[in-house]
C-alpha cells in the first residue's frame, strides 16, 4: 500500500515493481499477486487497460492511520488514560499537528479573531484559512510528514477487511 499511496495514482504492476527494484530484488509475480490480494480485500480498485490492471487506493494513507488510531483507542478501557499516554508520546511537532487538526475540524471560535489565532500558532506554522475549516477530517487529512524510510510496500495482514474500517488490520 505505501508504494500505492506513493504514486498517488492509478499504477501498473510494472510500475510498483520497477519502484520496488530500485531497493530488492522483486518478481513481477510477487507484485502481481499482492496487488490482486490487496484488490480482493478491497484495499485497492483495479480497472483494465488493455491487457494490464491500473490499481488505486480505496482509502488515503491519512484515513487508514486514522481508523488504526480510532481502533487502538477503542480498545481501551480508559480511553482518556490511553490519550494522556499517547499525548505524552508526541513530539512538541506533533502536538502543534494535532492542535492545528482540532482547529480545522472545530472551525474558529466565534469570539477568536484571525490575529488572535495567529498569534497562537507555533513558529511560523500555517494557520488554516476560513475554506479550510470547514472541512471534515476527512477531506483535510493532517499528514504532514513524507514517505518514511521505515515503510516497505506494506499489505494488509490477511483479515478480509474493508481499510475504511481497518478494525483489528495493522498492514505490515
Known amino acids: 500500500m505505501t508504494r500505492v499511496w506513493k504514486w498517488n495514482r492509478p499504477v501498473t504492476v510494472r510500475e510498483v515493481l520497477e519502484d520496488l527494484q530500485q531497493e530488492r530484488s522483486i518478481a513481477y509475480t510477487t507484485v502481481m499477486t499482492?496487488?490482486?490480494?490487496?484488490?480482493?480485500?478491497g484495499w485497492v480498485r483495479r480497472e483494465a487497460e488493455g491487457r494490464a490492471y491500473r490499481y488505486e487506493a480505496v482509502s488515503t494513507r491519512a484515513a487508514y492511520a486514522a481508523a488504526l488510531m480510532n481502533d487502538a483507542w477503542?480498545?481501551?478501557?480508559n480511553p482518556a488514560a490511553a490519550l494522556v499516554a499517547f499525548f505524552g508520546m508526541m513530539s512538541e511537532e506533533q502536538r502543534q499537528a494535532l492542535s492545528d487538526a482540532v482547529r480545522?475540524?472545530?472551525g474558529p471560535d466565534p469570539g477568536e479573531t484571525t490575529a488572535a489565532r495567529t498569534d497562537t500558532t507555533a513558529e511560523g506554522a500555517a494557520e488554516p484559512s476560513a475554506d479550510t475549516s470547514a472541512h471534515t477530517?476527512?477531506?483535510?487529512p493532517v499528514e504532514t510528514g513524507g514517505e518514511s524510510s521505515d515503510e516497505t510496500a506494506a499489505s494488509p495482514d490477511g483479515q478480509d477487511e474493508n481499510p475504511a474500517s481497518a478494525q483489528g488490520d495493522t498492514g505490515r
Do not use: W
Request: no cysteine; aromatic share 0%.
Open 104 to 106: 480545522i475540524v472545530q
Open 137 to 140: 477530517s476527512a477531506e483535510t
Open 74 to 77: 477503542s480498545q481501551s478501557d
Open 34 to 41: 499482492v496487488l490482486d490480494n490487496l484488490h480482493q480485500k
